[in-house]
């Protein structure tokens, strides 16, 4: 039993749960956070490297530059396992969905996705089950709102730098007209 065509119905549901995975991780990760934390991160690295090559002589430092590296990963690790308490709900519920609805059916897809059987690919197929066609749209869906959200960066990146230019103009216009203002009392 099926309300509408399968494929259809499967890029639906996939481009919500896309678009909600999506909204979440906007919420819930602090971009800028987590590129200082990569960023201090890739520092770690670089010291500790430097000081393997002397191991015997700065054990002690090696420790510390050890722990605060598996503290820094446990942080962004922890943000994204937050995320994947509302997420994988959401996937549970539409592979259950999926299976009342579409179970046995072999679902027509226009996108040709690899076909597992015994996790050996055995080439593309247009006719896979419901999971096969999800993750296929899935994949498409996501790099689908990559897209967007970068152009939206984009924009909102670009629209912020001609706001605090026309701040600047303006401040530039009142410094004028107060040199002008002062030139005429003299």
Sequence with gaps: MYFVEPAAGIAVVTVLLAA????????MI???????????????????????????????????????????QTQMMNSTMKMSLFTLP???????LFAQWYGSQLITSPIPVIQF???????????????????????VATIGFVIVERIYDLIKKRNKNAVGKVEM?????????????VEEKK
Excluded: C, H
Excluded at 22 to 27: A, N, T, W
Excluded at 90 to 96: D, K, L, N, Q
Excluded at 122 to 139: A, K
Excluded at 169 to 181: A, H, L, S, Y
């Design 20 to 27: 909600f995975s999506k909204i979440l991780q906007r919420k």
């Design 30 to 72: 602090n971009k800028e956070k987590m590129k200082a934390q990569q960023e201090e991160m890739k520092q770690i690295q670089k010291k500790w490297k430097e000081l393997l090559k002397e191991a015997d002589k700065n054990k002690k430092e090696i420790d510390e530059l050890q722990t605060k590296m598996l503290s820094g």
């Design 90 to 96: 959401a996937f549970f519920v539409a592979m259950w």
């Design 117 to 139: 059987t015994n996790w050996i690919p055995q080439g593309l197929t247009m006719t896979p089950g419901y999971y096969e066609t999800y993750f296929s749209y899935y994949i």
């Design 169 to 181: 103009k303006k401040e530039v216009v009142v410094e004028e007209k107060k040199i002008e203002v």
